[in-house]
């Protein structure tokens, strides 16, 4: 598949970690980059780097646990920049949710962010983007997708939402000239993962997580899961029979 060239692109969690990184990169190859995340003053640290660099990103300052809102602000950003060609749904949440201690704030938290938050950011201008017959939206999963997770039950099941969604939504675009990828990182390097109390095999720097997930990006994958070591191992979990899975998961607690 050709690589598709963008003039616009909305990537959001780009306050730090993937999303920074994904901004950046897109900025550096001359895509006009909307950067959304709630902390303005990381924002404002990235627009500064990329002014630097010779490459522009827009601060915009959003908390997709509102949905209603990211909603209005991405359609009103597709109206005053002529069209958005790049949706990157990045912006996600990752808390333990151990069930015998589960709390439904936190469930709520990540539901609001990783399920209703992506899906409010992919579906604002979807259908302009089929009417334009062009477009591409990116949803940025996990490989914790593939199965429900020992302590993660939010966590992988909200990310279960959005690869099914994604799933779902390339199947009724196709032949319309919107691309939909989804993408499934391991483990890299960043706030979220620096909280993790257990190893964290075949970690990836942030860097080389950022330029596998932009050229599959540009590439048009319909989906993309990385590093192999991790997705292959998450592979074999994904077919593991029920009895053999819930064993191997309780030995790692």
Same mark, same amino acid.
């Given at each position: 598949m050709a690589e598709m060239n963008y003039r616009t692109a909305l990537i959001t969690g780009a306050s730090s970690g993937l999303g920074r990184g994904l901004a950046l990169w897109f900025a550096r190859r001359?895509? =006009?980059v909307y950067a959304a995340a709630r902390r303005r003053e990381n924002l404002e640290a990235?627009?500064?780097e990329a002014r630097a660099a010779g490459a522009t990103v827009d601060p915009i300052e959003l908390d997709v646990a509102n949905a209603d809102t990211t909603l209005a602000r991405i359609r009103e950003l597709d109206d005053s920049c002529g069209g958005l060609d790049l949706i990157v749904a990045n912006a996600g949440a990752g808390i333990e949710t151990n069930a015998r201690r589960i709390k439904w704030e936190v469930? =709520?938290?990540?539901?609001d962010v990783n399920v209703t938050g992506a899906a409010a950011t992919l579906c604002a201008v979807l259908p302009r983007m089929v009417e334009r017959k062009r477009g591409h939206v990116v949803g940025v999963a996990s490989l914790a997708a593939y199965r429900g997770l020992g302590r993660n039950a939010a966590y992988s099941a909200s990310k279960a939402y959005l690869s099914t969604f994604m799933e779902s939504l390339r199947v009724d675009l196709k032949g319309t000239g919107v691309?939909? !990828?989804?993408?499934?990182?391991?483990?890299?390097? !960043?706030?979220?993962?620096?909280?993790? =109390?257990? +190893?964290m095999p075949f970690l990836l720097e942030t860097e080389e997580a950022v330029e596998m997930m932009g050229k599959a990006i540009l590439r048009g994958e319909a989906e993309y899961a990385f590093p192999w070591q991790t997705a292959g191992a998450m592979g074999l979990l994904?077919?593991? +029979?029920?009895a053999l899975f819930d064993a191997t998961m309780r030995k790692m607690r």
């Open positions: 001359g895509v =006009k990235l627009a500064n469930v =709520k938290q990540l539901i691309r939909v !990828s989804c993408i499934y990182p391991g483990f890299v390097k !960043s706030e979220m993962t620096a909280q993790n =109390k257990f +190893p994904k077919w593991m +029979p029920n």
